[in-house]
Structures are given as structure tokens and as C-alpha cells.
């Protein structure tokens, strides 16, 4: 069986910057689509940014454009996803996830999961 292991949290200061990674195995991320998940307390588990397997396609959600990058490493087997200009608005438990050919950046299209990683921005 697969695993997903998130790191790279923490507490930033607002308009910091953090980047979180996260270690896939058993899943191969040139054939498996990847994301990036939050959820925040009393929130939905919202779409951040996912990428495709093979062609490496991205998407983003809107308020996400232009302030988070995600990006992967076949080899290593890792998603990363940089996030710069952190607004407390984006304090959440943020989840990596897989899937094979997810439709869409949406959670339920994704199968694997992993156990997230708290970020907190102060204000």
C-alpha cells in the first residue's frame, strides 16, 4: 500500500513564505495526479493546486494564483508546493493527496491521502 508524507509547516508571520513537500511511495507520480488540499476549522476540505501525472499540468485555485507554485520531482517522488505572500486567511491543515487521472482538483476525486501538515499565518 501507498504513502503520503507531509512536512514543511509551521508558523509564518503574514506575507511570509513556506514551502511544503510531499514524499509519495508506492504511487507513481508520472501516471498519478497529485494535489494539494486544506482544510481550515469549521470549513470544507477545499481544492489548492493540483498537478497532473505525465504532461504535469497545473491548476489553481483562485485565490491561490500567483502567490502558490506547485511543482513535483519524478525521481525523487516528491510535490512540493511553494507558497509566498501567506495571509492568515491561509491558516489551515494542508493535505497532499493522489489519485490515477483525478478529473478535477476537487477531494473527492482523490483516493490517497496523507495526514497533513498544520499551517498557521499570523497577523
Known amino acids: 500500500q501507498g504513502q503520503l508524507v507531509e512536512s514543511g509547516g509551521g508558523l509564518v508571520q503574514t506575507g511570509g513564505s513556506l514551502r511544503l513537500a510531499c514524499v509519495v511511495s508506492?504511487?507513481?507520480?508520472?501516471?498519478?495526479?497529485a494535489g494539494w488540499f486544506r482544510q481550515a476549522p469549521g470549513k470544507e476540505r477545499e481544492g489548492v493546486s493540483c498537478?497532473?501525472?505525465?504532461?504535469?499540468?497545473?491548476y489553481y485555485a483562485d485565490s491561490m494564483k500567483g502567490r502558490f507554485t506547485i511543482s513535483r520531482d519524478i525521481a525523487k517522488n516528491i510535490v512540493y508546493l511553494q507558497m509566498n505572500s501567506l495571509q492568515p486567511e491561509d491558516t489551515a491543515v494542508y493535505y497532499c493527496?493522489?489519485?490515477?487521472?483525478?478529473?478535477?482538483?476537487?477531494?473527492?476525486?482523490?483516493?490517497?491521502w496523507g495526514q497533513g501538515t498544520q499551517v498557521t499565518v499570523s497577523s
Open positions: 508506492g504511487f507513481n507520480l508520472d501516471y498519478f495526479g
Open positions: 498537478i497532473t501525472g505525465g504532461d504535469g499540468n497545473t
Open positions: 493527496a493522489t489519485a490515477v487521472r483525478p478529473r478535477r482538483c476537487l477531494s473527492e476525486d482523490y483516493e490517497y
